[in-house]
Structures are given as C-alpha cells and as structure tokens.
C-alpha cells in the first residue's frame, strides 16, 4: 500500500559578492558576481541547469508519460525562479512543461528562501504570499502544501500554515519527537484537525541525497530494485513514504557519474512491479490518507545537519548578529517605499547567507563548505556585513531625503 | 638528529621546532642524540649531556674555536648575502660541522640520522656515509623563502640540493613549501613528506603596560611580530595600515622585531604621515612578546612566503584573532583565521577593518582560533614523524 511522496526542494540564492569594506557607500550591486565561479549567480545557475534542472526534467517527463497515473511535488523559492526568468528561461519552460501535464503539485514556502519565520511574522507572511502570487503568475497553479524554508517546522510553523489556508505542512522526520510513531503515517499538528503533517522519512531520503554515492556504505552501489524493496517491505505498516530532497540531487551534488540518473530512470518502475505502491502528490495524499496521531513539536526543527535543529544558520554568534541586524531595520526599509532597497534587503534575508557563515562543523564535516561559494564563513560574514552596511545607507539617505520633503509638503501646506 | 641552535641559546623558530619535535619523541619512547655545532655552556666539548628533563634526549656539541654562537641577524647576513666578511667562516664552520657527522656517526649507536636545514646537511650525508643508515633532511624554509626568489646564494642553494638529493626522505614544514622543493630543486613529488609544525602553551594573563593607556582609550591595537625583512612582508602591512587609517580614526599599529628593513620602513611611515599610527619596538621575547600579544585586537602575518610561520599560532594562544597570507604554511593548519594574498593591499585592509568593527567577527575568530591551536601540537608532528622513521 505505501504511496511514495517524491518532494523535490528547486532553490538557488542570490549570493553576495566579494564586497569589501571600501565598496560601501559606492556599489550596491549586492549580488552581480562575474566571472567563472560560484559567486556569479548566472554562471551558477547556468551550469546547475545543464547539469541537473534540464535532464532531470526531461527524464521526469519521460517518466510520467509513462506511468500516467504518477505524481510528483516541487516546491520553488521566489528567488528560483527569478533567475530562471533572467538567466536561465528554458530551465522555466522545461518546468513548466512538466506541470501542465497535470501530475505536478508545487508547494508553498518563502519567496526568499528566508529564516523571517524566526524574526519576523509579518514579514513572512509578506514573502509567502509573494510566492503564492509568482507561482500563480508563472505556472497557473495555487499552493495548497507549505513548507516552510530548510524544512523548518514547530507546531507555530503549522498554525501559521494553516492560518494561510495551507491545507497540509512538512517536516523532518526527528526521531525523539515521532517517538514510536514511524514517518510513514500522516499526521496531526498538535491542536489542528484542519491541516495534515507530513514527516520525511529521512533514512531513505538521505540514502539518495546522501549516501547514493559514498562507496564506504554497506548498501553502495544503491539500485533501483533494493530500494523498490525497502519501499515494499513497509507494506502493512505504512501509507506514505516521504522522501523530500533537493532537487539539485541529481546531477549536481551526485554526478552523472555515479548513476543517479539511471537510478531514477529505473526505480518507478521497480517500485510499481509491486501493485500495491504508487507515487501520489502530497494532495492526493492528503485525500487519501487520514491522520493518524497527533504530533507535538515545541521547537523549530529543520532538515539540516545531525542536529535537525536551526543551529545551521543561528549556531554561531556572527550568524546571529548578522540575523538581528537584517531584521532590526525592516520598519525603515519599509518605510523607504522605494522597490530596490526592499528587494535588496529581502534578499539579504536567503537562508544560505547566513548558512555560509557556519563554524560548527568546520574541520570534520565538509557540508557547509561543500555548498559555500565562500573560503570562509568568515568570508562569507564580511562581505554580507559590508554589503548590509551599505543597505543601511541607502535606507537612511532615502528615509532623511523623504522627511525634509515632507517637512517642505508641511511647510507649504501652513 | 643534527640541529643547528636549541633554546634557551635560539634566535629563531628553527631552535622551538627542533624542542618541540625532541621533547615529543621523547615522550613517545624514542630516543634521540641532538648534535649542536656549538659548545654548550659549562660542558666539555665532546661532552654528552643528558637532560634530567628529557630522559630520552642526549646531547652533543663541538667546541668551536671560530664562531661565539650565531643569533639571528648574523644567520641572516650568513644565509642571504653569501660572501660577506661572514660568509667564508659560516661555510668552514658548517665543512667543520660535516666532519664532525662523520665522526660522531662512528661513536653512536642509532637507526635514522634526521638533521635540520642546509647548515648541517653536510653533518647527516656523512653519517649516512660512514653509517649506511638512512637520512632524513628536514626543511623548515628554503632560499627562495629567505630571499624572496631574488638574489638566491648559489652555494647555499646548492648544500640544500644536494642534501636533499642525498637524503632517503625529505620532511617540508608544510604543502607551499613541499612545492618549491619538488619546484625549485627538482625532488621527485613522493619523496617529500608534509609534516607541520605545533605549538606549545604557556597560560598566562596581563596586557604589554606601554600600550594599556591608548587601549583605555577605545583604541583598537593591530600587531605585526617577526623580522623586518622581506620575506615577512612589513611594506605591505604598512601600506595596508595607511588605508585603514584613511577611515578607522582610533586604531593604531605596532611592528615588532628588526631587521636590514627597519630603517627603510621607518621612513616609509614617516612619508605616510602615519608616525602617530605606527610604532616599533625592536626586538621581543618571552614574556613582554606574550603580553604584546594580548594586548592586540587583530595579529597580521603578511608574509610573501613563509614555510611554516608559528607567530599566528602564538598570537591565537595569547586570545587575539589573526590575518595570515595565504602564502604561508601555517594557512594550511589553521582555518580560523583570516586569511588574504600578502600582495592584496586592498583585501587586507578590508580584513583589518571588518575584524575591528564588527565585534561578533572578532569574537568568533578568537574563540575558534584558541580552540583550533589547541590541537596542532608537536605531539602530533612527533607521530608523524615517528611514522615516517618506520617506514625507511
């Protein structure tokens, strides 16, 4: 009976440039990166879509016209899609390809890819609406699923989901809060009866977004036919088989190389072999499946990192200075009414900026560093500081700008 | 092992190195015979001196009627100028040094001969000769570090050569410098072991009093410590220091060490206008340098090429954050640091800014760094090496 829930995160930031302290007050080009690197976010985005977004597509499509009964989810950051408009428009047009086949559900999340969930309410209500207005604008489709940025997700997470008219909300699948509950069910928020929960199930998630690749595990090399049987054998003891990850997976981070490809080109068909599975969209699921408990989650966990905590990006003290500073001026950014300065402060908000600045697992883990453009974090940590200096510039040039023309409006009106 | 100098009567980072890495193997049961070219205080020459200390470290030095013990300036003007008055008493002291390998090799029961820098190479090819043991050469910086790659001394040039050629293994300090010896000497890539260097750690508390007074005042400190000559960079560091005063009012810079630069950057400042911004305090050790250290709000190692470079590493232990060039070996061991190309001006002025303004920078660096330095000691490069001795 399990229906696999494929959920493929689609984001890329816009990430700072090289931006010293002797930029401020003459550049506010935050985010025009040149050259061959991966601080160019054109020549990233270029070089993810060749590598992943355009063959992955294809093969997708391929697979849903040959098993029509199919579903799969995405979910795009606003940011995405941005520069898939700008840089990159037939990666857009290959995505929306495969959502007018009609077997494509897209989720609800930040358009920024943003942490404001944490800092600020309303402005995360702002951004998801931005999302809500720009998948709608591109794609002729409505949110019903949210996800909020890096798989964030607390019990305030889903209320505020549902508040949104979110008829459904995702999160990782933390062991010590499912207790013996397993992530195959779908669930209650804790006092919600009008939105389901989904968990990932992170075991097999992460076996093909983690360990498809690293010869040192026991299962490697991965095939499509062991992991139909993994889905099977939770025949009778599950509905759902949750596996969220980012789309990127394939191709980027495990290259063509390892036989992601031919993996995913395979495993539909493995996994229906047995009759009793299907791959659903997280709607369909939610029509199916009823809730079984319900869960309590008092904290905000995420996807990332062995703790599935928000340490990623606020485990340090420059990440949280960073975080405050960017929030402490949203009254004045606002205030400026002036379209870039909003712009460029929300996008000072990516997640990954503040990602990029993580110390935690320097030295061992190669995570952080693997995804950052950066020598550093505190590379990162400088250039995003002096860019947000400048942002605060601008924000009170504007601001004294506007008040002496309202001083002379008042004037003149007396 | 054949050294050259051992504290307390060291100069220089050659002298620590060649502590740690003996105290080290000691610890680990391996016992080692250190051979100076100098007599030692109060002992025969010839004498073996067994330190209560070091049960494992014995010692031998030759008397030597030519030479009272060399510190550091004269080292430099023997390594970097060649013939000078110096120059052809530092060879027959380093030919006499070489005879005295070979004498030694038939007196002394071992297994590895290990000798450090050019100066006694000659030492450890004649105990391999006399011996047929294997021989290590140890390389803690080369005549393109010392030089610059300008004016390179042929004849030291070609001791290193040779007793790299000569030698069963070479150790290099760190990757940068692993590459000038496959580079510049032509030694075979696989050869050359990588071994760093540690650190040792002395807790202490206090801030240096001469500059207490302008740190009461809110005023930010920046420290440059090592010799004012080329290799170490000290003109970029005052070039950058100009433009961070162009628009930080309150910080302040202070070199210390000497050098054949010093008058030239003395001037340098003076024409800057920045005699107000940058001090000098000659030469430091021990306890002042430490208290130096604490003081600083930012340590800058801006050098053009440094083997190893242990400065940053006591800078770290002493609670102060530091910028190091990327053309340094100790950026391969530390990643809490700062770090920027020795020749960009621009970035380091960047650097020493953002790490003086934004404090939450400034602290992580710090806190990160000491627990960092805490784990590249010379135990591990005791381990290393001990591996290597294994293998030959």
């Known amino acids: 009976?399990?229906?696999?829930?494929?959920?493929?995160?689609?984001?890329?930031?816009?990430?700072?440039?090289?931006?010293?302290?002797?930029?401020?007050?003459?550049?506010?080009?935050?985010?025009?990166?040149?050259?061959?690197?991966?601080?160019?976010?054109?020549?990233?985005?270029?070089?993810?879509?060749?590598?992943?977004?355009?063959?992955?597509?294809?093969?997708?499509?391929?697979?849903?016209?040959?098993?029509?009964?199919?579903?799969?989810?995405?979910?795009?950051?606003?940011?995405?899609?941005?520069?898939?408009?700008?840089?990159?428009?037939?990666?857009?047009e290959s995505f929306r390809e495969l959502v007018n086949t009609g077997r494509v559900e897209l989720l609800g999340e930040t358009y920024y890819h943003s942490l404001a969930f944490l800092y600020s309410r309303e402005e995360f209500k702002r951004q998801v609406d931005m999302q809500r207005k720009k998948v709608e604008e591109l794609f002729s489709v409505t949110p019903q699923v949210f996800r909020c940025t890096e798989l964030f997700y607390s019990n305030e997470v889903a209320r505020a989901a549902r508040d949104m008219g979110f008829k459904g909300v995702l999160g990782e699948g933390v062991d010590h809060l499912l207790g013996w509950r397993s992530p195959n069910f779908i669930y209650r928020p804790q006092g919600l009866n009008d939105i389901k929960l989904f968990k990932k199930n992170y075991r097999l998630s992460d076996d093909i977004a983690f360990r498809f690749s690293s010869s040192g595990w026991k299962e490697h090399p991965l095939t499509a036919d062991k992991f139909a049987r993994w889905v099977s054998q939770l025949n009778g003891n599950g509905e759902v088989v949750n596996l969220f990850m980012d789309y990127e997976t394939f191709g980027e981070h495990q290259w063509e190389e390892t036989g992601i490809f031919n993996f995913l080109r395979s495993l539909p068909g493995e996994v229906l072999k047995d009759s009793d599975n299907d791959f659903i969209t997280l709607s369909e699921a939610i029509e199916r499946y009823k809730a079984h408990d319900e869960i309590d989650v008092p904290y905000v966990t995420s996807w990332a990192d062995t703790e599935r905590d928000t340490s990623a990006w606020t485990g340090n003290e420059m990440q949280r200075d960073a975080l405050s500073k960017v929030y402490e001026i949203e009254e004045d950014v606002l205030r400026t009414k002036d379209k870039d300065i909003i712009d460029d402060w929300r996008k000072l908000q990516i997640s990954d900026h503040f990602y990029y600045m993580g110390t935690k697992t320097m030295g061992d883990g190669v995570v952080h560093s693997y995804f950052s453009p950066y020598d550093s974090p505190y590379e990162a940590f400088i250039s995003f500081m002096n860019a947000l200096s400048d942002l605060k510039l601008r924000v009170e040039k504007k601001l004294n700008y506007k008040d002496e023309k309202n001083k002379v409006t008042f004037r003149q009106s007396i | 092992m054949f050294g050259w100098e051992f504290p307390p009567h060291n100069s220089g980072g050659l002298g620590t190195a060649c502590l740690g890495i003996t105290k080290s193997l000691s610890k680990k049961k391996t016992k080692v015979t250190f051979v100076l070219p100098k007599k030692i205080e109060g002992a025969e020459s010839f004498?073996?001196?067994?330190?209560?200390?070091?049960?494992?470290?014995?010692?031998?030095?030759?008397?030597?009627?030519?030479?009272?013990?060399?510190?550091?300036?004269?080292?430099?003007?023997?390594?970097?100028?060649?013939?000078?008055?110096?120059?052809?008493?530092?060879?027959?002291?380093?030919?006499?040094?070489?005879?005295?390998?070979?004498?030694?090799?038939?007196?002394?029961?071992?297994?590895?001969?290990?000798?450090?820098?050019?100066?006694?190479?000659?030492?450890?090819?004649?105990?391999?000769?006399?011996?047929?043991?294997?021989?290590?050469?140890?390389?803690?910086?080369?005549?393109?570090?010392?030089?610059?790659?300008?004016?390179?001394?042929?004849?030291?040039?070609?001791?290193?050569?040779?007793?790299?050629?000569?030698?069963?293994?070479?150790v290099a300090v760190s990757n940068l410098t692993k590459s000038i010896v496959v580079k510049h000497y032509g030694i075979p890539e696989e050869k050359v072991e990588v071994v760093h260097n540690g650190v040792e750690f002395e807790e202490e508390e206090g801030e240096f009093r001469e500059v207490s007074k302008m740190k009461e005042h809110g005023k930010k400190m920046v420290l440059f410590v090592g010799r004012i000559t080329l290799q170490k960079g000290p003109d970029y560091f005052i070039r950058a220091a100009k433009r961070v005063c162009e628009v930080c009012r309150d910080t302040f810079f202070v070199i210390s060490g000497s050098g054949d630069m010093q008058c030239q950057m003395m001037e340098q400042v003076a024409r800057e206008g920045l005699s107000d911004r940058v001090f000098f305090t000659g030469f430091m050790r021990g306890e002042k340098l430490r208290s130096l250290y604490r003081s600083a709000d930012l340590f800058v190692m801006p050098s053009v090429s440094e083997p190893f470079g242990i400065t940053p590493l006591e800078s770290l232990i002493n609670g102060t954050p530091v910028l190091i060039s990327k053309q340094s070996g100790s950026s391969e061991v530390l990643m809490h640091a700062l770090k920027v190309d020795f020749w960009d001006i621009d970035d380091m002025a960047n650097k020493m800014i953002c790490a003086l303004n934004y404090d939450s920078l400034n602290r992580c660096l710090k806190e990160n760094g000491r627990r960092e330095v805490f784990s590249i000691n010379w135990d591990k490069t005791a381990d290393k090496l001990i591996k290597i001795y294994n293998n030959l």
Request: with cysteine.
């Open chain 2, 47 to 170: 004498l073996r001196i067994v330190s209560p200390e070091t049960p494992y470290i014995s010692f031998y030095s030759v008397d030597s009627p030519l030479s009272p013990y060399l510190d550091g300036k004269k080292y430099e003007s023997y390594s970097t100028k060649g013939d000078s008055v110096y120059g052809r008493s530092l060879y027959e002291e380093v030919s006499r040094y070489s005879d005295f390998g070979w004498y030694i090799a038939g007196k002394e029961d071992f297994d590895v001969i290990h000798a450090h820098e050019w100066l006694s190479f000659g030492a450890g090819i004649k105990a391999k000769e006399r011996s047929g043991k294997p021989f290590i050469a140890h390389i803690h910086a080369t005549e393109f570090d010392r030089t610059g790659g300008e004016g390179i001394n042929p004849r030291v040039y070609a001791i290193e050569k040779r007793g790299m050629e000569m030698a069963d293994r070479v």
């Open chain 1, 1 to 92: 009976m399990p229906s696999v829930c494929f959920y493929f995160q689609v984001h890329q930031p816009f990430r700072v440039k090289k931006y010293t302290f002797f930029d401020i007050g003459r550049d506010s080009s935050y985010f025009a990166g040149e050259g061959e690197g991966d601080l160019n976010n054109e020549w990233v985005m270029r070089k993810v879509a060749d590598k992943s977004y355009i063959p992955t597509n294809k093969m997708l499509l391929d697979l849903l016209r040959e098993y029509p009964s199919m579903g799969i989810s995405f979910s795009f950051s606003g940011v995405v899609l941005e520069q898939m408009e700008k840089y990159s428009p037939e990666t857009l």
